[in-house]
């Protein structure tokens, strides 16, 4: 273990860091050894982790001084805000700010942030085909997090900035799995109309951050996004169908009846589906799949996915 070196995982007991702490302990020939960054050191996310043999700290985002304690004497960093916690974009920003920073004072060789376009690039806050948010966003978990990528840049941080995609994990915890209609047929609805959706499995996500810290400085500096793969409503459908073994239809409506459902951050990935509905070709190109399986050999299709996970997705809604 001493020769080994140190990546220091945020978010380590959620889904993208606990895949990348995962990734290097599941490696018996890793050079590297895990830090499991968490707020609860106690919890039995953090507890799991320990006893796979991750070294656990604690650490948060909202607290500087413990970043820079728990980053000193890392080779690597992987850097992960979770929006869905709180709704703030200013804490994005903030918490992007703080990794970047006690990345900086620990001198870290190679820092991996979990980023995502700024959607106003494509449609300026001036375009009314897709509703202004927040006063100043589109999609305001996407645009925040391209704002905390100028943390990493100015101070000058060695950096890979990682464009990930939709998790298949979000038909299971997020309501988004089929759900029975008034006709009593399963039905997967989302406002995509005949686009590609990228996905992939959140371990995945882990898989391919671990591939680009072994592969270290031919990775700094870039911009890599990451897909299991790139499938339409339709495509999705069919694979549930097979999966469960009964019929599930795709129920495509408009962005703007998606943001009227009124749950907590309609508003948002609305505008997220619209975007990457209006702007595939871009979206999609941005995360190659052969790239991702070179990082991780291992990725799985959605129907594998499926085939390992149908047993957990809700469908008595």
């Not at 709180?86 to 870290?108: L, T």
């Not at 999966?243 to 309609?266: H, I």
Request: aromatic share 10%.
């Amino acid at each position: 273990m001493a020769d080994k070196k140190i990546i220091a995982v945020v978010g380590a007991t959620g889904a993208q860091g606990g895949g990348v702490v995962r990734a290097i302990l599941n490696d018996p020939g890793s050079p590297f050894t895990a830090r499991a960054l968490t707020r609860d050191v106690h919890s039995d996310k953090a507890r799991a982790l320990a006893a796979q043999g991750a070294e656990v700290v604690a650490a948060d985002l909202d607290d500087p001084g413990s970043l820079k304690n728990a980053f000193a004497g890392a080779h690597g960093a992987y850097c992960v805000t979770f929006f869905w916690a709180h709704f703030s974009p200013e804490k994005e920003i903030a918490g992007a700010r703080a990794m970047a920073q006690a990345a900086k004072d620990a001198g870290v060789h190679h820092a991996i942030w979990s980023t995502f376009e700024d959607t106003r690039k494509w449609v300026p806050l001036s375009d009314g085909r897709m509703p202004t948010l927040m006063g100043k966003y589109k999609v305001p978990h996407f645009d925040a997090k391209a704002e905390g990528n100028v943390a990493f840049t100015e101070l000058g941080v060695p950096t890979t900035f990682l464009l990930t995609s939709f998790y298949w994990e979000n038909f299971i915890y997020f309501g988004m799995g089929p759900k029975k209609g008034p006709d009593g047929k399963l039905a997967v609805t989302l406002p995509m109309g005949d686009k590609k959706l990228p996905g992939m499995a959140a371990e995945d996500i882990g898989k391919c951050a671990y591939g680009i810290f072994k592969r270290g400085d031919e990775f700094v500096g870039r911009t890599v996004g990451i897909a299991g793969e790139h499938l339409t409503g339709t495509q999705m459908a069919a694979s549930f169908a097979k999966a469960l073994g009964q019929e599930v239809g795709y129920n495509s409506v408009t962005p703007d009846a998606y943001r009227s459902f009124g749950f907590p951050g309609a508003e948002d990935l609305g505008n997220m589906f619209q975007f990457k509905r209006d702007f595939q070709a871009d979206y999609c190109g941005a995360r190659n799949l052969d790239t991702s399986r070179a990082l991780n050999p291992a990725l799985l299709t959605f129907d594998e996915w499926l085939a390992q996970n149908k047993s957990r997705i809700p469908l008595d809604q």
